[in-house]
């Protein structure tokens, strides 16, 4: 289990920019990949990006694709989701995760260690 520490939620209004924080206090995951997924009430979990930190590739779902960039801080130690050009359906908790393997595809079910979530809101 890795420990994770998230941060950056809040209110903006459409066409506004949060940036969310990940961390991992204390421990690099330099071979992991770290997600990011969020849930709206009512509608199950879905994957946003995932960023895979052994080689910097990253992957975006259709959906927030041109808008939401993840990134890394060279330490390894935290993971930036920078979200642009928001709109109303974006408003969910956001979640970031870790996996230990190299993976493809945004799917949950291979990500073992799971933040608190975020709250993010978009008003229309």
């Known amino acids: 289990q890795v420990h994770l520490e998230e941060s950056g939620g809040g209110l903006v209004q459409t066409g506004g920019s949060l940036r969310l924080s990940c961390a991992t206090p204390?421990?690099?995951?330099?071979?992991?990949?770290m997600g990011w997924f969020r849930q709206a009430p009512g509608k199950e979990r879905e994957g946003v990006s995932y960023?895979?930190?052994?080689?910097?590739?990253?992957l975006y779902a259709e959906a927030v694709k041109g808008r939401f960039t993840v990134s890394r801080d060279n330490a390894k130690t935290t993971v930036y989701l920078q979200m642009n050009s928001l709109k109303p359906e974006d408003t969910a908790v956001y979640y970031c995760?870790?996996?230990?393997?190299?993976?493809?595809?945004?799917?949950?079910?291979?990500?073992?260690?799971w933040g608190q979530g975020t709250q993010v809101t978009v008003s229309s």
């Open positions: 995760a870790v996996s230990p393997f190299f993976i493809q595809a945004l799917d949950p079910s291979v990500f073992g260690s």
């Open positions: 960023i895979r930190l052994s080689d910097g590739a990253t």
């Open positions: 204390g421990r690099t995951i330099s071979d992991f990949t």
